[in-house]
């Protein structure tokens, strides 16, 4: 099947009212990708740096969810907040590892000096690294200059994932296109593993990718690098992560 006429059955990146600035909740969320014939949802609440976002504990309290609502899977994680060139993030590591998925993220509104290109790459690479964190996101953000192939060297070298976010193709993030681009376009160089993410902050908006997945189909990207294409190949990675998890030094 063409790429453009496909849905990911897992959305790697959604949010529900607890991240203080979307308006569904977890049930609705859950509802609109039963309703595309999805399988899975990752609900990636915001972190407390962010006005109005999740406390930092909120890994603790996803524990108290259902592994399925409304017939979707749900793995419980976050979009934490890199808040410096230090990597300083608002979770900390007793709460990430509570996660099944994390997503580390510049957001422009609340990131200094964002225009230092070199130290952008560094503290990028510093995430990659980190064993509780499994993939960047919108990392693609022209506003945040960064190297590219050095991160996705890095990401390829950790088994880490990078974000191709919808919403980087719209009107949310504008003059993103030529950007994305190249990052796809190295990611595909490199053979390097992305989830295609929907950002959704309204439920209407999960699983809808259909402008990123057009522009797979035009640069010829290829599907077996897409992770959430599949819930079996998502759940496969799962499987990468408890186990680098596990090899932790206590």
């Known amino acids: 099947m063409q790429l453009s006429k496909m849905i990911p059955e897992v959305d790697t990146?959604?949010?529900t009212v607890i991240s203080g600035h979307a308006w569904s909740t977890l049930t609705e969320n859950c509802l609109a990708a039963r309703a595309k014939g999805m399988?899975?949802?990752c609900l990636t609440e915001h972190g407390p740096a962010i006005e109005g976002g999740a406390p930092a504990y909120i890994p603790h309290s996803q524990r108290m969810l259902p592994e399925t609502v409304e017939g979707i899977r749900v793995y419980k994680g976050v979009e934490l907040n890199i808040l410096d060139h230090r990597g300083t993030v608002d979770i900390p590591p007793e709460y990430?590892?509570?996660?099944?998925?994390?997503?580390?993220?510049?957001?422009t509104h609340m990131f200094p000096e964002r225009d230092k290109q070199e130290e952008n790459t560094e503290v990028y690479l510093k995430m990659l690294r980190n064993p509780y964190i499994d993939i960047l996101g919108h990392a693609d953000d022209p506003t945040v200059p960064c190297d590219f192939d050095a991160m996705v060297r890095t990401a390829g070298e950790e088994g880490k994932l990078l974000e191709l976010n919808n919403n980087s193709t719209t009107a949310h993030r504008p003059?993103?296109?030529?950007?994305?681009?190249?990052y796809i376009l190295c990611c595909k160089a490199h053979g390097q593993r992305?989830?295609?993410?929907?950002d959704a902050h309204f439920h209407t908006m999960v699983g809808s990718v259909e402008p990123m997945?057009?522009?797979?189909?035009?640069?010829?990207?290829?599907q077996e690098l897409i992770v959430n294409l599949t819930k079996e190949?998502?759940?496969?990675?799962?499987?990468?992560?408890?186990?680098?998890?596990?090899?932790?030094p206590d």
């Open 13 to 15: 990146h959604a949010h």
């Open 233 to 248: 190949r998502f759940d496969n990675y799962q499987k990468e992560r408890i186990r680098r998890i596990q090899a932790i």
């Open 96 to 107: 990430l590892e509570l996660c099944e998925f994390a997503i580390a993220s510049i957001h």
């Open 213 to 222: 997945m057009a522009l797979l189909e035009e640069l010829d990207f290829p």
């Open 175 to 182: 003059g993103s296109l030529p950007s994305l681009k190249k």
């Open 194 to 198: 992305v989830c295609v993410a929907s």
């Open 39 to 41: 399988k899975g949802l």
